[in-house]
């Protein structure tokens, strides 16, 4: 199981959301160009500190489709 988030402002909606998606047994991808913050100060740290303890991987949006989306070769 996987559970994304996406545009979506980090504090409160994002790690919210992935805190309560890993409890349930989901793994964690969060994709670090589809988030924002209030300021970009708020915004490295949820990416360099927060993201890298809580969860599976980070991922930028073009990294996460290029797994789920079949390669045309």
């Given at each position: 199981m996987t559970?994304?988030s996406?545009p979506q402002?980090?504090?409160?909606?994002v790690e919210?959301?992935?805190r309560d998606?890993?409890?349930?047994?989901?793994h964690?991808?969060?994709?670090?160009?589809?988030v924002?913050?209030?300021?970009?100060?708020?915004?490295?740290?949820?990416?360099?500190?927060?993201?890298?303890?809580s969860?599976?991987?980070?991922?930028t949006?073009?990294?996460f489709?290029a797994?789920?989306e079949?390669s045309s070769?």
């Open positions: 559970a994304s996406y402002l980090i504090r409160s909606c919210g959301t992935g998606a890993l409890e349930a047994g989901y964690r991808t969060f994709l670090s160009d589809a924002a913050d209030f300021t970009e100060q708020a915004h490295r740290a949820a990416l360099d500190v927060s993201y890298p303890t969860c599976h991987e980070t991922l949006i073009d990294e489709l797994t789920v079949p070769d």
